[in-house]
């Protein structure tokens, strides 16, 4: 997936919701109006099994937090570059007959990082079905206190 294309991707799913997605695969109307809003062609046969993520800003790092339930730790694919978050996590299936299926069998999801980060620094940990993600920023500015005369 290239940059351009996963930002379309979380363009669109912030601005016109899953909802809308479902109905602009279902009617052109509703695509023309969506690309209208995003200013681009979204792909209506990827399959939006989109985690959800919080993206916190400290002073030294980011912090991501995404939700994979389901998913077995050392099934879990992270990757990061210098502007970037990528995951990808299979959900772990039973076995039998589904009545109903929502859960999604595998997530993914690429973020687009405010800042530049120290890729090669990144710790993730997982637990309950929660990844956290600490991205150290390639550059730390610190406040510093001026007095005044």
Do not use: C, H, W
Not at 31 to 43: H, N, P, Q
Not at 79 to 87: I, M, N, P, W
Not at 104 to 111: E, F, N, S
């Amino acid at each position: 997936m290239t940059r351009n294309e996963a930002r379309i991707e979380e363009t669109a799913e912030r601005v016109v919701g899953r909802a809308v997605i479902e109905a602009m695969r279902r009617s052109g109307k509703a695509r023309e109006m969506a690309k209208k809003l995003v200013g681009e062609e979204i792909d209506m046969d990827r399959d939006y099994n989109i985690p959800t993520a919080d993206v916190m800003d400290t002073e030294e790092e980011l912090v991501v937090i995404i939700n994979l339930p389901g998913t077995e730790k050392e099934k879990i694919d992270l990757r990061a570059t210098e502007d970037s978050l990528f995951v990808e996590a299979p959900s772990t299936g039973r076995e039998g007959k589904y009545l109903r299926q929502e859960r999604p069998a595998v997530m993914k999801r690429t973020l687009k990082l405010p800042v530049e980060i120290k890729p090669e620094q990144v710790k993730a940990r997982y637990e309950n079905g929660v990844l956290e993600v600490r991205l150290p920023k390639l550059v730390v500015q610190i406040k510093q206190k001026v007095m005044i005369e």
